[in-house]
C-alpha cells in the first residue's frame, strides 16, 4: 500500500506513514457492487489485485465507460467530495483484494497535501487523466465508428480485452455483444488483430 501511495505523491515516508494508517484492506470477489448508482460514496478505492467497472443504468441496460486495474484508485468523486448521489455503481469484475479510505480520513489527507503543492498538482493531475479518458471516450461515440471503436480499444488497452469478458467490452464500446463478435470475426479474417 505505502508504494502505491509512494508512486502517486511525492511526500516523505513518515507522512506517507501516517496516509497508510488510514486505508483498510479488503477483498471481494467478482461482481461485487462497492457503490450503487444513487448512493452516497463514503469511501475511495486502490486497486492492489484485481479489475473493476465503472457502469450506468441506461434504460434498463447497464452501460459500461470505464475499467480500472491494479495501481489505480476509483471512487465516485464527485459524490465522494460533495456527498451527492453518485451517478454511476462501482463494481468488481474479477476477484480482488483493495484498500479503501473513508471520507473523512481522506479529507485529513487532502488538508495535509494542500500545503505541499507539489501533492496537490499530483493529485489535480490524476483527476485530469480521468477527465481526459472520458472526453476522449465521448468523442469516439460521436466521430468513430464501433469497428474503430474496437481497433482503438486494441491498439491502446490491450490489456483491457486480454482481461475484461466480451459483454462488458460491448457494453463499453456502445454496442450488443452479438455485434461485437462480428466486428471481432471480420478483423480476424482481413488478419487486422
Known sequence: MLEILKNRF????????????????????AKTILLREGEI???AFIIKEGCLRVWFN???????FQFFFEGENVSSIESF??????????????SCTLCFVYKEDMDKIFKEINNSSDSVEQFLDIILDRQLHYMK??????RDSPTT??????????????RVPQHYIASYLGITPVSLSRIRNK??????F
Open 137 to 142: 471516450h465521448c468523442l469516439s461515440f460521436i
Open 10 to 29: 511525492n511526500l516523505p515516508d513518515d507522512q506517507l506513514a501516517v496516509f497508510e494508517s488510514f486505508y483498510h484492506p479488503l477483498k471481494v470477489p
Open 58 to 64: 441506461n434504460d434498463g441496460t447497464d452501460t459500461t
Open 187 to 192: 478483423l480476424m479474417k482481413e488478419n487486422k
Open 149 to 162: 471503436r474496437y481497433i482503438n480499444l486494441l491498439s491502446e488497452n490491450p490489456h483491457i480485452v486480454r
Open 41 to 43: 460514496s463514503k469511501r
Open 81 to 94: 467530495r460533495k456527498q451527492t448521489p453518485s451517478l454511476f455503481t462501482i463494481e468488481t469484475i474479477e
